[in-house]
């Protein structure tokens, strides 16, 4: 564990007995107590539910201040990263601290882009799903069958396997996300090109065809990229505490990543973008906004504005800003300031952000607003958005997964309980109950 330990004490008392619980100090950030010893020397457990003001692990990865809007990615603000660096060099710079040197870039990049190809008996392996089944199932269920194709980099005491185990799991998602979306309708897969950026490629085996010589617009490669970048990591959140816990128990990493991404299949976590699309079809028109917005600020009513604030960031989700420049770009290159739904998203932002009740509240749009809004205008269908989360979060997951593996102080996770249930109770044999 990295950190170091403060002067400050807190004194945790009961009835009969006392303790010390020193606090740590990270690089930033609020201290953190020490409880580990707490159920040894008092015979006590914290009760956390939802581990809100619990630290589960120390990690050098990722750092953010929800007050303050911050969000850092090895130190590195992300609005650079989103500026200035692509998905590929994101992705080194989580898995390896450093942002790489242009030779470490290519090298990186050229294995990267040879592990993008599946084994070529996974393509069977799509046929036992039904053709409406939804891509985040077939892509759950088909990386976690992964570890029956690759035996090596199985052994994962050994950071040659993990590194494997990582630069694959990276690669063969994005495949494996354009697959899902090609099978559920109806058309042939599309190889990886070796040749064409993360972000290209993605694009190209989404939408190419055999024959149609389709030719990704860079505008949109751009905006897929920042979108990629903004979604690589985001501290320990559901899914990738999922991950750490299941890796805890020292499953292989196809195992935590498929579930690190059913974790991000539920609807408060990855499926956020989609539920508020699904909000601005049900406003309808300009119209409907200013009722919209009345029924979202009685208390007693079950309509909520989508896609506006966020569980850690109080003011401004800094992600959001970038994306909303990006959406523009995306909504003017294709022709779509006409668009009804992006035409309504803009006004309902314009509105909702004027609003003393939301300003007060810190609800400002947020990363799922006007990803929603751009993935819409590329014409990647809503079942596919939570796909594409997961396809960024990879990264993220195997950075978090390899370093709790290679910390020393890292153990299988047992959490307690406060038991609320009958007490002991005498068994009555069948025959002798009424």
Not at 310 to 320: C, I, L, M, Q
Request: one cysteine or more.
């Amino acid at each position: 564990m990295n950190h170091n330990t403060n002067k400050n004490t807190v004194t945790i008392e009961t009835n009969s007995s006392s303790m010390q619980a020193p606090s740590f100090q990270g690089t930033m950030g609020p201290d953190v107590i020490d409880l580990r010893s707490m159920p040894q020397n008092l015979g006590l457990y914290s009760f956390d539910p939802g581990l809100i003001g619990t630290a589960t692990c120390s990690s050098k990865i990722t750092f953010i201040d929800g007050e303050k809007g911050i969000l850092l990615h090895r130190g590195y603000p992300i609005e650079e990263l989103a500026t200035h660096a692509n998905f590929t060099e994101t992705a080194y710079l989580l898995l390896y601290g450093e942002l790489p040197t242009l030779e470490q870039y290519h090298v990186f990049k050229k294995d990267m882009n040879t592990h993008r190809l599946l084994n070529e008996q996974i393509r069977n392996f799509f046929n036992g799903f039904r053709r409406d089944a939804h891509p985040m199932a077939i892509l759950c269920g088909t990386v976690s069958a992964l570890s029956a194709f690759y035996h090596d980099g199985l052994n994962i005491s050994q950071p040659e396997d993990r590194d494997l185990s990582a630069r694959r799991l990276i690669a063969k998602t994005a495949t494996i996300a354009a697959w899902a979306y090609k099978y559920s309708i109806g058309e042939p897969f599309i190889y990886p090109d070796e040749e064409m950026s993360f972000s290209e490629n993605f694009l190209h085996m989404l939408f190419a065809r055999p024959g149609n010589h389709y030719k990704v617009n860079p505008v949109l490669a751009r905006a897929i990229d920042r979108i990629l970048v903004l979604h690589a990591d985001h501290e320990q959140n559901a899914s990738t505490t999922t991950v750490r816990l299941v890796g805890s128990t020292g499953s292989n990493p196809y195992a935590c990543i498929s579930a690190g991404i059913a974790a991000l299949w539920g609807p408060a976590h990855g499926g956020a973008n989609e539920a508020a699309l699904n909000m601005l079809k049900s406003i309808g028109t300009r119209d409907g906004i200013p009722a919209f917005l009345e029924k979202a600020k009685d208390r007693n009513s079950t309509v909520r504005l989508m896609g506006f604030g966020h569980r850690v960031y109080k003011n401004f989700d800094p992600r959001a800003k970038i994306l909303q420049e990006t959406c523009r770009e995306v909504i003017a290159e294709l022709g779509l300031e006409r668009d009804p739904l992006l035409d309504l998203a803009m006004e309902l932002e314009k509105v909702a952000t004027h609003d003393e009740y939301f300003i007060k509240r810190g609800l400002y749009p947020n990363v799922d607003f006007y990803s929603g809004l751009i993935l819409k205008a590329l014409g990647i269908p809503e079942n596919m958005f939570t796909v594409l989360f997961a396809v960024a979060r990879t990264v993220g997951w195997v950075s978090q997964w390899k370093e709790m593996i290679e910390d020393p102080t890292a153990r299988i996770v047992r959490p307690r309980q406060l038991y609320i249930g009958s007490n002991r109770r005498k068994f009555t044999p069948i025959h002798e109950r009424g």
